[in-house]
């Protein structure tokens, strides 16, 4: 058994039975290929390296073999291999992609073993993604812009990159192998517009103290990022959290309620999906600096207002989340079901708390007339929510 068949489909099979050719060039940010080539096989692809000279000068064709299982492409001979690597290939994937490259695609220059897959992908119409890498002075070149403009014409998907002011930085290896699933999954979100709302709400107590629920936000962030694989054009409103937040989605953040619902507003959505953890209560005031902590304290708290009848005024397709302690799955589906109705949703997820900051999860999903059981990682679980949402809109 190949290394790289130890992995094969470790994490999901979403690019199970796709090929993608990934086009590595002379950037210092090749060396981080190796990385990105492992994770797409634990996604399932089979993937097959291509390095121009400049990049076998920074990674080698031996570790790249062991990634990948495929002994990768470094020269061009009468066997044609441009040819016959792009054959029945999926996507071109170029990382990096430095300046040059990007600018002799763009021109039709195939002077390379990567500009010529590109120049057999683009006549073909395989499709690509690029993933830059250079200094941000060189990416602003005009005529880098303009290059990347006419490849974005022609149909190719740009990855990044992440700017600092002084360098071009190549994408995530996350939003590469996202991008990737997100152009090679059949887009059933394509085109919509989702919102995600995760994370929890604090409440102040004083200057210094406040009151909270337990939530992780590991939901909000896997439902985000599977509906941005789906093709979705995806916003994230994030609480307090405990797990990073994707660079590559446009991410706002918020504290309390009050802070939330003053972008309530903002909302024009296809779907907006609700896993936040919002306070029930709140403090009658807020107390100026610092309670002294020398003495008891009394805590007056007041219920706070829902914010899904006001969210689901504004959009068509909301989806709730419920969390309870000690019910059976029939008394926790008539619970989703009367917020179902009383707050105009169009489906609600039901869950114990037991579930509350775990890596696993099982879920109701509750709609007007069914309520399915679910249950898996978090990712699985969202994948498989999502995949019911996408039939309903």
């Not at 016959?84 to 300046?99: N, Y």
Request: glycine share 8%.
């Amino acid at each position: 058994m190949h290394p790289s068949e130890e992995i094969f489909c470790e994490k999901s099979c979403k690019l199970k039975g796709k090929k993608v050719v990934m086009g590595i060039t002379g950037s210092i940010a090749a060396v981080e290929c190796f990385a990105v080539v492992r994770e797409l096989v634990r996604h399932g692809a089979d993937v097959l390296p291509v390095l121009t000279e400049a990049a076998t000068r920074l990674v080698a064709a031996d570790a790249l073999e062991f990634a990948s299982g495929h002994r990768p492409v470094v020269e061009l001979t009468g066997r044609t291999e441009h040819i016959e690597a792009m054959s029945g290939a999926d996507l071109l994937l170029v990382f990096p992609a430095t300046a040059n490259t990007v600018s002799k695609i763009a021109n039709g220059i195939d002077d390379t073993t990567v500009t010529s897959m590109a120049t057999v992908a683009i006549g073909s119409g395989v499709p690509m993604a690029i993933a830059p890498a250079m200094h941000e002075s060189m990416y602003r070149n005009p005529a880098v812009v303009a290059n990347v403009e006419r490849l974005r014409s022609w149909g190719a998907v740009f990855i990044g990159p992440r700017t600092d002011g002084v360098r071009a930085k190549v994408a995530s290896r996350e939003e590469v192998v996202e991008t990737v699933i997100r152009m090679l999954s059949g887009g059933r979100l394509s085109g919509r517009r989702v919102l995600v709302i995760g994370g929890r709400s604090s409440e102040a107590i004083d200057s210094m103290r406040l009151i909270t629920n337990r939530s992780s936000g590991r939901m909000a962030v896997a439902l985000a990022a599977r509906a941005f694989e789906m093709g979705a054009d995806v916003e994230l409103w994030m609480g307090g959290c405990d797990v990073p937040l994707p660079q590559h989605i446009e991410t706002a953040r918020f504290s309390s309620v009050a802070e939330l619902r003053e972008k309530v507003p903002d909302i024009r959505h296809d779907a907006v999906l609700v896993p936040a953890a919002l306070a029930d209560f709140a403090p009658a005031r807020k107390a100026e600096g610092k309670i002294p902590s020398d003495s008891g304290l009394d805590l007056r708290l007041e219920p706070v207002p829902k914010l899904l009848p006001e969210i689901s005024a504004r959009c068509p397709f909301v989806v709730g989340f419920k969390a309870e302690s000690g019910l059976d799955d029939d008394a926790l589906a008539a619970k989703a079901r009367s917020r179902l109705e009383s707050y105009g949703l169009s489906a609600v997820v039901a869950n114990d708390i037991s579930a509350a900051g775990r890596g696993e999860s099982s879920v109701l999903l509750v709609t007007g007339g069914s309520a399915e059981r679910i249950e898996g990682t978090k990712d699985e679980v969202a994948e498989a929510v999502l995949e019911r949402i996408a039939g309903m809109l």
